[in-house]
């Protein structure tokens, strides 16, 4: 009973910054999910630091992620875009696969110690030709002692047509951190056929 009211607060927790992020006016960009001002460390992977809270903050385009067959024309296809004030990125729209696989990786030593976390993909779903998400997908993150966490999140009922938060977990740093934790966004168990989702990114920022 413990447990399952532990799952059930930490879901309501995860759902209710999920809402607070997916405010239209704050995800039309990366950019806005992490920094104003700031610095990028090339074209594609942005570092910042928040003005609230003087933490480091990232961001990881689409490219900079690792797609299953992402690569293949049969099953992604990728689009160019224009963030606002930024160079040309490009984003990632499925096509067409019955496995879904992506996976981020960040170095946990580059985020700043003691310090509480948030950490989201940066989707859409198209509003004409999007099918097969009756299967929640799965949300996760490896840290590099082994430990998991996971949870699954539904398709079905989320805004057609523009940009969404995916909430994968929140954490608090410690000072000791190190080593890589990956982020994935994963529906590999059905064998359904899926379309219509679009990758921009993966934002790791402090929370408010």
């Not at 399952?4 to 607070?20: C, E, F, H, N």
């Not at 990728?78 to 696969?97: F, Q, R, S």
């Not at 004409?128 to 998991?148: C, M, Q």
């Not at 590999?188 to 408010?208: A, F």
Request: aromatic share 8%; hydrophobic share 35%; charged share 30%.
């Amino acid at each position: 009973m413990g447990a399952t009211s532990s799952q059930a607060r930490r879901r309501d927790k995860l759902q209710a910054i999920g809402g607070k992020a997916a405010n239209p006016s704050k995800d039309d960009s990366l950019r806005d999910h992490i920094y104003s001002g700031g610095s990028s460390s090339n074209k594609r992977k942005k570092h910042g630091v928040d003005e609230k809270t003087g933490a480091n903050c990232f961001a990881l385009v689409a490219r900079d992620l690792s797609i299953t067959w992402g690569d293949d024309p049969r099953y992604w296809q990728w689009l160019p875009t224009k963030e606002a004030g930024e160079v040309e990125m490009e984003v990632a729209a499925l096509i067409d696969v019955c496995w879904l696989e992506i996976h981020g990786k960040l170095e946990m030593s580059l985020l700043t110690p003691a310090v509480g976390y948030e950490i989201f993909f940066v989707v859409m779903i198209s509003k004409e030709d999007a099918y097969g998400w009756e299967t929640p997908v799965n949300l996760r993150v490896k840290f590099p002692d082994g430990r998991v966490e996971e949870h699954k999140e539904s398709l079905l009922e989320k805004p057609r047509g523009r940009w969404i938060p995916l909430m994968v977990s929140m954490l608090r740093t410690r000072p000791e951190q190190a080593g890589e934790m990956e982020i994935s966004l994963l529906e590999c168990d059905s064998g359904q056929w899926k379309r219509g989702l679009i990758v921009k990114g993966l934002i790791v920022r402090p929370t408010e």
